[in-house]
């Protein structure tokens, strides 16, 4: 609960409050006088009353200003401040009890707890008065309004959270009414939290929704794990009721922690996933990227913006960002640029990985301490019908970025795989394997310079993923295209992925390739219909989905490793390292082969590259 704390002077109302208050401290001695003694009160205590009853009002007003009557606002009164005056009551009762013994003017003691529930009921019924009276205008309002219908919400968790909004949700003018809160601590299932009754835990939600006509499900649980939101957000979107939350909290609901109803925010697919927070061992990617130069490549894509945005909260002397399409990597510029100012020292080039010669100036000029390797091109279609493409940018780059920062001495060299590398059906996954394997390469080449890759799955979002491209859809009221219905994927949110890679790039010391943790794969078509959820609409009915098949190239699963594959821990739980068996000199002479063949435009590429994956899966 909120509690309103106005000015302390005395406004015409409080002074009526008052005044009120220290009348009903009297007519509640006399009324349990008359009650006691039905009526014929002896002459020795009417003539205790008359010596004592000054008395009453003064404590009573001095305990009543104590605990907080006067500073409350008492037509938006709930629960917390009605039982303020049940307590301030009986302390100020006690009081009399004492000081009355201690001048030797006793009564009673039925005398005193009558005279507790008398003045307990006078001094509430002001107050609830005026929480009726209130409570009568805003029906009066409501039903003015004519076709504004009172929403009817649904709030999940009984916590501080929850009763922080149902207060607020009664104490403003809105025509939102908390009616029911669900709560999985079965000791809450007989409380009612601010007059609104807990009717059962999670798995009641939709029965409840359905009694109660529910328009609304608030979520007011912010320091809930996300597997535990995305469990309610499933049972939630099962029913017709608008589903909203408050934002995550990190850790354990702070005592300074107040849950307002303008944080509460509609429901995302990053929500869903459920995937828990990131934590990291952040003296780690401190030590590394503190005070150096860092360069990243494809800054301006996705997971290249990402990680120019997490390094730069590490300090380093110089982020440069290199990319070949300037309109994104402008836009980040702005972006770090009204963020830090001065403090961070920003430089973006425009250039190709392909072109040797920029990355030679680029190199020669910045001398980067730490390089990460984002540039590619990813899109699985595109690189089929463009293979040959694919291969000098994914490879010849690669290994144009490593062969200048081993050359240059770069500490650290981090290049961003993906899971399509893994028994790759496509090109592009072909591409990025053997980037891997340029890695490996590098790394016995350039003794001084630690060459690692890390590989992960799909990241939410990103551009040209599955996710804008059915937003948009959506956006558009038109089928919903699936290639399969069974066809999975990994998804990760791209801060998480960014998180990871500092931190893999903290443990690279030896041509590590590091594998992420990516959870459970998630059904694209689940993820359809979710996001179909999320946009009020029903799937299949009021957006249909469409299934189109398996595109050139593309898979029903992804892997992140073989089974013959073994991974090794690290110290971060969500990073492992997957052991290499191969022969990196038979890999080094084959890559170079194949980059000659690049370079002279041979039309034997693609069949080399075919025999190379070949060999590495034999």
């Known amino acids: 609960m909120e509690n309103v704390n106005p000015k302390r002077k005395i406004t015409p109302n409080k002074f009526i409050l008052i005044v009120y208050d220290m009348s009903c401290t009297v007519i509640a001695v006399v009324m349990a006088l008359y009650i006691y003694y039905e009526g014929n009160i002896p002459g020795l205590i009417s003539d205790i009353f008359k010596q004592s009853w000054f008395i009453y009002p003064i404590v009573g007003t001095t305990v009543f200003a104590i605990t907080g009557f006067f500073d409350q606002m008492w037509a938006f009164a709930s629960t917390t401040q009605y039982l303020i005056v049940v307590a301030g009551s009986l302390l100020h009762t006690v009081l009399m009890v ?21 003045l307990t009921f006078l001094l509430l019924l002001i107050r609830m008065g005026l929480r009726w009276y209130r409570d009568i205008n805003i029906k009066k309002k409501e039903k003015a309004k004519g ?6 919400v649904l709030i999940v968790g009984a916590g501080q959270a929850g009763a922080q909004i149902i207060s607020e949700l009664q104490n403003r003018q809105i025509l939102r009414k908390p009616v029911a809160i669900v709560d999985d601590n079965p000791l809450t299932h007989t409380y009612k939290n601010m007059g609104v009754p807990v ?21 007011a649980i912010p320091s809930a794990s996300r597997s535990a939101i995305r469990e309610i957000l499933q049972i939630s979107n099962k029913t017709s009721a608008k589903v909203r939350m408050l934002p995550y909290f990190s850790g354990v609901l702070d005592e300074e ?3 307002k109803l303008s944080d509460v925010r509609d429901i995302n697919i990053e929500d869903l996933l459920g995937r828990d927070p990131i934590e990291l061992e952040t003296d780690g990617i401190k030590s590394y990227l503190r005070g150096k130069s860092v360069l990243v490549t494809g800054g301006g894509g996705s997971i290249g913006s990402e990680l120019a945005r997490q390094i730069a909260k ?28 001065s403090s961070l020292n920003l430089q973006v080039l425009i250039g190709s990985i392909r072109d040797k010669n920029r990355l030679e100036q680029i190199f020669a000029k910045w001398h980067p301490n730490v390089v ?27 290994t144009n970025v490593g062969e200048t920062a081993g050359k240059y001495g770069t500490e650290k060299m981090v290049l961003i795989s993906t899971d399509k590398a893994v028994n790759p059906t496509n090109v592009m996954g072909a591409t990025k394997r053997l980037s891997e394997m340029v890695i490996l390469s590098l790394n016995k080449k350039y003794p001084n310079t630690s060459f690692s890759a890390v590989r992960f799955g799909n990241v939410l979002g990103s551009s040209g993923s599955v996710i804008p491209l059915f937003e948009k859809q959506i956006k558009e009221e038109r089928r919903v295209t699936v290639t399969h219905p069974d066809i999975e994927r ?11 890679v500092l931190q893999a790039g903290s443990y690279a010391k030896d041509g590590e390739i590091f594998v992420l943790d990516m959870g459970k794969p998630v059904k694209i078509l ?31 699963y992804e892997e992140l490793y073989l089974d013959e594959e073994h991974l090794n821990k690290t110290a971060h739980e969500k990073i492992f390292i997957l052991q290499q068996n191969h022969d990196v000199e038979f890999l080094e002479k084959e890559i170079q082969h194949l980059l000659g063949i690049i370079r002279i435009k041979s039309p034997k590429l693609l069949k080399r590259v075919e025999n190379i994956i070949e060999k590495l899966y034999i």
Not at 102 to 115: D, E, G, Q, S
Not at 199 to 219: A, C, F, Q, T, W
Not at 526 to 547: C, N, Q
């Open 490 to 500: 990994y998804f990760m949110t791209i801060p998480e992925a960014s998180r990871l």
């Open 314 to 341: 590490f300090r380093p002397s110089v982020l440069i960002l290199m990319d070949i399409y300037e309109n994104n990597v402008y836009d980040l510029q702005q972006e770090l640029k009204a963020k830090y100012h």
């Open 147 to 152: 076709d504004n219908k009172t929403i009817n």
């Open 372 to 398: 990460f390797h984002a540039a590619a091109h990813k899109h699985v279609p595109l690189m089929e019908d463009s293979p040959e493409d694919a291969v000098k940018n994914n490879l010849l780059g690669t």
């Open 526 to 556: 689940d993820l359809a219909k979710e996001l179909i959820r999320l946009s009020g609409y029903k799937p299949e009915t009021e957006i249909p989905i469409d299934f189109i098949g398996l595109r050139p190239g593309e898979k029903m």
């Open 199 to 219: 009717l059962g835990n999670r798995h009641s939600i939709p029965d409840i929704v359905e009694k109660l006509d529910i328009d609304e499900i608030i979520l």
């Open 257 to 259: 922690y107040s849950a």
């Open 98 to 118: 004492l000081i009355l013994q201690f001048v030797n003017l006793r009564l009673a003691y039925t005398i005193y707890i009558l005279y507790w529930f008398i």
